[in-house]
């Protein structure tokens, strides 16, 4: 079944609004300073996916660091922006699409040349994501195509954004250690000893259980809202959340 709309008894909010298509289309507008800071928060949260596929392409580390500065200084140029095609649907393959055109289209060596030393649109990490992608580029991740490997670091950064939005959610609610005890099992109850978190945190073993509860119904609302954020109009929240998961068993 295709959606359209938010899945079903989502309500969506403030935290997972505009959608990524939406931010896509105000950033591409040059007076629209909060829509491209937005943007750039996003692509901040889901730079690495590209590095790794990059990597995975067999770029060096230094050619993949420039190529995708490059590639986030031409995407935040208006005119870049303005020609971005939502009928490509998804926001990652947009994304993965428009690095491929890019890498295509530019010439490695003369890349930093061609920046002509401006400022970076956002701020990455490129040294920890190589060290993150030293750990990652063994098997059986080596039997991996590019395409692949960008597919599975996309799976995980998304279920990352998700962890930490709970995460946010519950230090704001002074419950940043029940959600630090109860994170680790969010997959299942059968390895949570609920008696001895609850006796950590001064509850009771039913507190614990009820807690625990919410928390999953609530990752699996905020896994669907943040992958929701990612497709356009029509497209099957169901039908993505198989194909990224399925990059695990790839």
């Given at each position: 079944?295709?959606?359209?709309?938010?899945p079903a008894?989502f309500?969506?909010?403030?935290?997972?609004?505009?959608?990524?298509?939406?931010?896509?289309?105000?950033?591409?507008?040059?007076?629209?300073?909060?829509?491209?800071?937005?943007?750039?928060?996003?692509?901040?949260?889901?730079?690495?996916?590209?590095?790794?596929?990059?990597?995975?392409?067999?770029?060096?580390?230094?050619?993949?660091?420039?190529?995708?500065?490059g590639?986030f200084?031409?995407?935040?140029?208006?005119?870049?922006?303005?020609?971005?095609?939502?009928?490509?649907?998804?926001?990652?393959?947009?994304?993965?699409?428009?690095?491929?055109?890019?890498?295509?289209?530019?010439?490695?060596?003369?890349?930093?040349?061609?920046?002509?030393?401006?400022?970076?649109?956002?701020?990455?990490?490129?040294?920890?994501?190589?060290?993150?992608?030293?750990?990652e580029?063994?098997?059986?991740?080596?039997?991996?195509?590019?395409?692949?490997?960008?597919?599975?670091?996309?799976?995980?950064?998304?279920?990352?954004?998700?962890?930490?939005?709970?995460?946010?959610?519950?230090?704001?609610?002074?419950?940043?250690?029940?959600?630090?005890?109860?994170?680790?099992?969010?997959?299942?109850?059968?390895?949570?000893?609920?008696?001895?978190?609850?006796?950590?945190?001064?509850m009771?073993?039913?507190?614990?259980?009820?807690?625990?509860?919410?928390?999953?119904?609530?990752?699996?609302?905020?896994?669907?809202?943040?992958?929701?954020?990612?497709?356009?109009?029509?497209?099957?929240?169901d039908?993505?959340?198989?194909?990224?998961?399925?990059?695990?068993?790839?």
């Amino acid at each position: 079944m295709m959606d359209s709309g938010p899945p079903a008894g989502f309500a969506r909010d403030s935290q997972f609004s505009p959608t990524r298509w939406s931010l896509v289309a105000a950033a591409g507008d040059p007076d629209a300073a909060q829509p491209r800071q937005a943007l750039g928060e996003l692509c901040k949260a889901y730079w690495y996916p590209l590095y790794a596929y990059l990597r995975r392409a067999r770029h060096s580390e230094a050619d993949a660091g420039d190529l995708l500065q490059g590639f986030f200084l031409k995407l935040f140029e208006t005119d870049g922006l303005r020609t971005a095609d939502r009928s490509r649907g998804r926001f990652r393959s947009f994304l993965l699409a428009s690095l491929k055109h890019h890498v295509a289209n530019e010439q490695r060596r003369e890349q930093a040349q061609k920046r002509g030393g401006g400022q970076p649109p956002i701020s990455l990490d490129l040294s920890r994501g190589e060290s993150r992608y030293a750990n990652e580029a063994i098997e059986p991740a080596d039997s991996l195509t590019p395409d692949m490997f960008y597919d599975r670091q996309w799976a995980v950064a998304l279920l990352e954004q998700v962890m930490t939005k709970l995460g946010s959610e519950h230090n704001a609610t002074g419950k940043a250690d029940l959600f630090d005890a109860l994170s680790a099992h969010l997959a299942g109850e059968s390895d949570a000893d609920y008696a001895s978190i609850g006796a950590r945190l001064g509850m009771t073993e039913g507190a614990v259980k009820v807690a625990a509860h919410r928390l999953r119904a609530r990752w699996r609302e905020s896994l669907r809202a943040e992958i929701a954020e990612t497709l356009a109009e029509g497209e099957s929240v169901d039908d993505e959340l198989c194909n990224l998961f399925n990059a695990f068993g790839s």
